[in-house]
C-alpha cells in the first residue's frame, strides 16, 4: 500500500512539472575547448590551443531554467597548443601553475533566455589560478544523440587572473565551448 503511495505521488509530480532538469555528463571525445590569443613578437599571429580533461555535470531543460545548472572543469595539465615546449612553459607558476591549480572551471549561477529559440545566457563564475570572477556569455543548446550539444564563446582578461606577464602576448583571450553532453 505505501509503495503504491510512493508511485502515485511520482507520477504527480512528473505530469505537474515539478521534476527537476535532466542530469547529463560531459562527452569528452566529442567535446572541445578551445583558446586563441594574439601573440605580438616581430609579426602578429594568433596562437590556439585546447584544454581536455572535461569533468562535471550539468543540468538542463529548456522548460524550466531555474532548475539547470552547469558545473564544469578541465585539466589545466593538459594544455595542448601544438608546441610541447610552450605547453611546459605555460604549465608553470608564470602561467597556469598547473601543479598549484589542477583545474580551471565554471560554475552556473543563473541560466536565462536568449534572443531566440535555442540560444540562453550563461551567468556564474570562472575559477582560474586560484581566482574567481564573475563571467556572463550567451550559448546555443540543440537537443543531440539523447543530450545536448552547447555552443558558446567568451573574452576574459587573462591578467586578471595573474596568467602570464603583460608581455607580448595579448591580454584578451578568446574561449570556444563545444561540449556535447548526454
Known amino acids: 500500500m505505501k509503495i503504491r503511495f510512493i508511485v502515485i505521488m511520482l507520477l504527480v509530480l512528473c505530469q505537474s512539472g515539478l521534476v527537476l532538469a535532466q542530469h547529463y555528463t560531459p562527452v569528452e571525445q566529442s567535446s572541445v575547448i578551445q583558446f586563441k590569443v594574439e ?98 556569455f550567451p550559448f546555443a543548446a540543440k537537443p543531440l544523440d539523447g543530450g545536448y550539444e552547447f555552443k558558446g564563446s567568451f573574452e576574459l582578461n587573462r591578467l586578471e587572473y595573474n596568467v602570464g606577464p603583460d608581455n607580448s602576448i595579448d591580454k584578451n583571450v578568446e574561449v570556444d565551448l563545444s561540449v556535447l553532453a548526454r
Open 39 to 136: 601573440h605580438q613578437m616581430i609579426f602578429k599571429s594568433t596562437v590556439t590551443g585546447t584544454f581536455t580533461g572535461l569533468k562535471g555535470t550539468i543540468a538542463f531543460d529548456p522548460n524550466d531554467l531555474a532548475a539547470s545548472s552547469f558545473r564544469v572543469s578541465v585539466a589545466v595539465e593538459t594544455i595542448n597548443s601544438g608546441i610541447g615546449m610552450r605547453d611546459n612553459h605555460l604549465k608553470k607558476d608564470e602561467y597556469f601553475d598547473a601543479q598549484k591549480y589542477p583545474l580551471i572551471s565554471i560554475k552556473s549561477q543563473s541560466i536565462t533566455r536568449g534572443a531566440h529559440d535555442g540560444a540562453y545566457i550563461f551567468s556564474g563564475t570562472l575559477t582560474l589560478k586560484g581566482i574567481t570572477k564573475s563571467i556572463s
